[in-house]
């Protein structure tokens, strides 16, 4: 079964760091472009990072450029959201999507929330 | 306030046909594909269609979209309860802050 399982959300202080994991099974991961999208509670769908199947192109939400790094193993089949500086806006479930064909993601995980408060 | 608008909410009788719109700029949906997703409640999003108009096997075809100059529509045919969900449409943004963008979503009630 093709499935994104992602992990690593919680509670947080405003300033405090997070690092988000998305593991992936059922397909060739490596092949394959992924994202980070982000729903603040009540609200609509936010596109946070992108990254290329080999990770040598990358991009950012201006929201969270500077302070959010993402990354991928392709030989562990996982996909990162590193999140420093961490603000209340930031709140919100974290989906990772594997992107197949231009800036469609067919398959998402289940999300993962990220509250930040103090 | 999104790069894309989509009217906030919808509704329809079973059975009806509606149709949800985008509307966005040449930065966007003028010069990029766009897709639609479906945000059933407490669930993630689902691909409903992609590359404007093209539907991922196990869409029915009761889901159609289309796309003219700078919108987008997406049409539900037949419609059911189990449709009542968010949908959003989302494409590539190619303006300084390039990335990919969503519609704010439209909430459709099946009534």
């Known amino acids: 079964e093709v499935q994104l399982v992602e992990s690593g959300g919680g509670l947080v202080q405003p300033g405090g760091s997070l690092r988000l994991s998305c593991a992936a099974s059922g397909f060739t991961f490596s092949s394959y472009q992924m994202n980070w999208v982000r729903q603040a509670p009540g609200k609509g769908l936010e596109w946070v990072s992108y990254?290329?199947?080999?990770?040598?192109?990358?991009y950012y939400a201006d929201s969270v450029k500077g302070r959010f790094t993402i990354s991928r193993d392709n030989a562990k089949n996982s996909l990162y959201l590193q999140m420093n500086s961490l603000r209340a806006d930031d709140t919100a479930v974290y989906y990772c999507?594997?992107?197949?064909?231009?800036?469609?993601?067919?398959?998402w995980g289940q999300g993962t929330m990220v509250t930040v408060s103090s | 306030q999104s790069v894309l608008t989509q009217p906030p909410s919808m509704s329809a009788a079973p059975g009806q046909k509606v149709t949800i719109s985008c509307s966005g700029s040449t930065s966007n949906i003028g010069n990029n594909y766009v897709s639609w997703y479906q945000q059933l409640p407490g669930t993630a999003p689902k691909l409903l269609i992609y590359e404007n108009n093209k539907r991922p096997s196990g869409i029915p075809d009761r889901f159609s979209g289309s796309k003219s100059d700078t919108s987008a529509t997406l049409g539900i045919t037949g419609l059911q309860t189990g449709d009542e969900a968010d949908y959003y449409c989302g494409t590539w943004d190619s303006s300084l802050s390039a990335g990919v963008v969503f519609g704010g979503g439209t909430r459709l009630t099946v009534l």
């Open positions: 990254i290329s199947s080999g990770g040598s192109t990358i």
């Open positions: 999507a594997r992107e197949n064909g231009p800036h469609a993601f067919d398959i």
